[in-house]
Nanobody, 123 residues
């Protein structure tokens, strides 16, 4: 059974950085585009970043573009999200998702989801 497990969240001051990880198991990792989404309290889940199957193409939401980097290590079955210059509005639960047939930038078409990791940015 496919499983995605996020880690790396925590409490950080504004201006700081975090590196989130998502470890996949039970699936052929390189056959899936991977994405990161987030959901703040009282808000809908939103797209943050996505990466293609081989890692050659990346996509970012405007809200994190220029201060985030998504990457993947297919040998380790892991996708990463580095976020720099964190802002209080980045506070959310961050989820990773796997999409076998499309770039993992949409909620509706993602095949698998992790349980999420909390990121809290203090001002």
């Amino acid at each position: 059974q496919a499983q995605l497990v996020e880690s790396g969240g925590g409490l950080v001051q504004a201006g700081g950085s975090l590196r989130l990880s998502c470890a996949a198991s039970g699936l052929t990792f390189s056959s899936y585009s991977m994405g990161w989404f987030r959901q703040a309290p009282g808000k809908e889940r939103e797209f943050v970043a996505a990466i293609s199957w081989g890692g050659g193409n990346t996509y970012y939401a405007d809200s994190v573009k220029g201060r985030s980097t998504i990457s993947r290590d297919n040998a380790k079955n892991t996708v990463y999200l580095q976020i720099n210059s964190l802002k209080p509005e980045d506070t959310a639960v961050y989820y990773c998702a796997a999409n076998q047939y499309r770039i993992a930038s949409t909620i509706a078409t993602s095949n698998y989801w992790g349980q999420g990791t909390q990121v809290t940015v203090s001002s």
